[in-house]
Every structure is written in C-alpha cells, then in structure tokens.
C-alpha cells in the first residue's frame, strides 16, 4: 500500500506538472504565465478551498470541530516558537531571519493543502477501484477520506505564526515600543488581513457556512470537478518559480537546507500526533501533518516584507519556495501518510 501511494503522488498530474515547470526552467524554456494568469489561478484556487470548506463546516458539530481547531492552534503557536529558537541558537541566522524563517514555517500552504486534498481522493479512487465495495468506515480506516472541515484548519493555522514571529523579533530587538516598530507592525497586521488569500480564504469560508449546502450546490460544478485541473495549472507555475529559485541554493547554506527538510518531517509527525489525540480520522490526521509540515510562500513573505525589511528574502523564499514545497509535494505526501498509519496502526 505504501508503494501505491507513492505512485498515486509521484504520477498525478499535479505533481508531474509541478516537474515540468522545473525541468522547463532548467532547460531555459521561454514558457512562461501572465502575471494576471498567476493571480486568476491563485484566487479561484483560494475560493474554492474556502466555499467547500465553509459549507463542510456548516454541517459539522461543533464538538467534532473544536478539538482539532485547538490542535491546529497549538501547532500555529509551538512551530514558530521552537523553529526561531533553533534558527537563532543553532543556526546563527539575525534576528530578523530567524523570525522571518520561523514565521513562513509555523504558517501553511494553501498550495501544499490543496494537493493534500487531491492526494486522498486519488487514494480512496485507488481504493475503490481496486474493491468497488469497500465501505465508507474502511475508505476511513485506510485513510482515503478525510473531514470536511479541513479548511477551517489551514485559516487557524495561517495568522498566530506569522504575528508570534513578528513580535518575538520586535521584543528581541527592544524595539517594540518605538512608534516606527508599532507603524511597520501595523502594517503587517494589515497586510495578513486585508491581503488576498487571507480575504479571499477567510470571506469565502464565512460566505460557504451562511450559504450551507444548498449555496454550495449552485457553485460547485465549478469549484469542485475542476478544482485539481486549475491545482494542475498553478503548479506548473510553482514548478517554474521554484526553478528559478534552485540556484539561490548555494546561497543559504547546508544548515537552511537540512533545516528545510528535517523540521517539516518532526512537525508532520507532531500534527499527526496532535491529529490523532483530537479525534481526527487517519486522513484528517494525515492533512493536519501536512499543514505542519507545510511553509508559507504568499501570506508570509507579504507581511514579512512590511515588518521586518531588514530579514533577507533570499533566506525565506528559498527555504519555503525551493526547499520545503518541492519536499512536501513530491515526497513528503505519501510519506506523510505512511507515517499516520504507523500511529493508527494501520
């Protein structure tokens, strides 16, 4: 089962898109996306993740829900904690990189989420085909479903890492309390709010459960069946992004790279942990790790940009961009799962 869903990852379209951008990069290619293209993806990508999610929610008892949004909230708050401490003590990196690094690795990919969605359903299509009359408590037990309310999860997780880091930086600075620290954090504050995939994440999220099953109904022949072709198209784009990244890899160091693939490892394993104490399924807990283990490259960057200009972006993109998201994507997914099986007994 486990080579099979190392197939099931390695050889979706998602992934191999994901590939070609990269190759396409390596080879010099000219193609490339519209900036208006890029963005169009991105928003359509958010919405849909947003509408299901806050429908699901909609018809989820708040008892099934809490537990896990505490999870999600304690593994938004502990990742950057421990992540800055490390970067700062063992891996010398300023104050300002430290912060910056830990924010975008206690905050989540919607991207990265978005192909952990994708993953489980080509698993439980796997699943049926192989045994059209597996039942929906065995699609469970083998992890190829997963709560609806997943969502709900990646908005918690978004926000308390990038604000903690934010501050963290400021209080180590002693800078907290001087009017053009308070101005630049203001900012970032506004930027995680006001920006586009926190509007767009949240506003749809909100609209899916004032609107509930019915209002779901009338988008989802466009938000649904085609949501991993439009998933497709954006990782072709990510593919040819983070091939542009690869060569900034000599510049962050041995220490930002093994960083980059061993901290998403131990904070998957602690989202599945978290995942399974919390009642989540084998595939909720399964996502839940993979949203620990994911790093942020939109909300992140943005704010950081406003509030700690002076961390280098050559150290947080080519972390989160050209380190970790290639690592969660290709491999991290099905090993991912194989490790909730290991918790669950499976």
């Known amino acids: 089962m486990e080579f099979q869903a190392l197939a099931i990852s390695l050889l979706s379209p998602m992934v191999l898109a994901f590939v070609l951008g990269i190759v396409a990069t390596l080879m010099k290619s000219d193609l490339k996306f519209p900036e208006e293209l890029y963005v169009a993806l991105t928003i359509y990508l958010l919405v849909a993740i947003g509408l299901k999610g806050g429908y699901k929610l909609s018809i989820t008892p708040f008892s099934e829900f809490v537990y896990p949004a505490l999870a999600a909230l304690f593994l938004g708050v502990a990742i950057p904690v421990v992540a800055y401490q490390i970067l700062l003590r063992l891996g010398k990196f300023d104050i300002a990189n430290s912060a910056a690094i830990a924010a975008h690795y206690g905050s989540v990919s919607a991207v990265t989420f978005g192909e952990a969605l994708a993953f489980h359903d080509n698993l439980k299509a796997a699943l049926l085909e192989k045994n059209p009359q597996m039942t929906e408590e065995a699609l469970k037990l083998a992890g190829g479903v997963y709560e609806g309310f997943m969502p709900g999860l990646l908005t918690i997780m978004e926000f308390p890492a990038i604000i903690l880091a934010i501050l963290t930086a400021r209080l180590a600075q002693g800078r907290s309390s001087e009017s053009n620290g308070e101005v630049s954090l203001g900012g970032a504050l506004k930027e995680l709010v006001a920006g ?113 200009p002076q961390a280098s972006p050559t150290l947080y993109l080519t972390a989160s961009l050209a380190i970790t998201f290639p690592f969660n994507i290709i491999v991290g997914l099905p090993l991912y799962h194989y490790f909730a099986k290991l918790f669950y007994g499976a």
């Open 196 to 308: 586009k995939s926190s509007l767009l994440l949240i506003g749809f999220l909100i609209i899916g459960m004032i609107c509930g099953k019915r209002g779901w109904e009338q988008v989802a022949p466009f938000f649904d069946a085609p949501f991993r072709g439009i998933l497709a198209l954006f990782l072709l784009e990510a593919g040819l992004v983070t091939g542009r990244r690869l060569g900034d890899l000599k510049k962050v160091g041995g220490f930002l790279i093994g960083f980059g693939i061993v901290m998403p490892l131990l904070h998957s394993l602690l989202g599945i942990w978290l995942g399974k104490l919390s009642g989540l399924s084998l595939g909720g807990a399964t996502i839940l790790g993979v949203l620990a283990a994911s790093a942020s490259y939109i909300a992140a960057p943005a704010a950081c940009r406003v509030a700690l």
